[in-house]
C-alpha cells in the first residue's frame, strides 16, 4: 500500500513538473502586427493590409486568410522555407480568385508545417466595401 501511494505521489509530481515545462515554452511566433481595416476598393493608404509576425525558428509556412465561417478565402504564402526573424506580406482584400471579399473581418493563419501547428492570429482584418453612390 505504501509503494502504491509513492508510485502514485511520483507520477503526480512528475505529470505536473511536465506541464509546467510546457507552459514556460517559447511560442514559435511572436510579435504579431497586422493592420486591422482594409479597404480593397478605395485609392487609398488601406489598399491592402500588412501582416507581419516574428518566427524564433527557421521554420516552413503555409499563411492563409479565412472569413468568419473559418472557410479560407486566400493563400499568401505556401510550403515557404522562412529563416528566423521578421516575415512581412500584404492582402490586398482579394480572394483566390482575385475577387474582392465580402465585407466582413477575416483572420490570418500561420501553418508551420515542421512543427505540424497552426496559429491562428487573435487580431482580425476588417475588410469595408465603400457605400454605393
Not at 493608404?45 to 486568410?65: H, M, S
Not at 496559429?119 to 454605393?132: D, L
Amino acid at each position: 500500500m505504501i509503494l502504491l501511494a509513492v508510485a502514485l505521489l511520483a507520477g503526480t509530481v512528475a505529470a505536473f513538473t511536465y506541464t509546467e515545462a510546457i507552459k514556460l515554452e517559447r511560442k514559435p511566433i511572436g510579435k504579431v502586427r497586422v493592420d486591422r481595416r482594409l479597404s480593397p476598393e478605395c485609392d487609398c493608404p488601406r489598399q491592402t493590409a500588412r501582416i507581419g509576425f516574428d518566427l524564433r525558428e527557421p521554420e516552413r509556412i503555409g499563411v492563409r486568410i479565412a472569413n468568419r465561417d473559418g472557410n479560407e478565402v486566400r493563400v499568401l504564402a505556401s510550403d515557404v522555407r522562412e529563416p528566423e526573424g521578421r516575415v512581412l506580406l500584404t492582402w490586398d482584400g482579394r480572394d483566390d480568385a482575385g475577387a474582392v471579399v465580402p465585407a466582413g473581418t477575416y483572420r490570418v493563419r500561420v501553418r508551420l508545417l515542421d512543427e505540424r501547428r497552426t496559429v491562428v492570429f487573435p487580431v482580425g482584418i476588417k475588410v469595408t466595401r465603400p457605400a454605393p453612390s
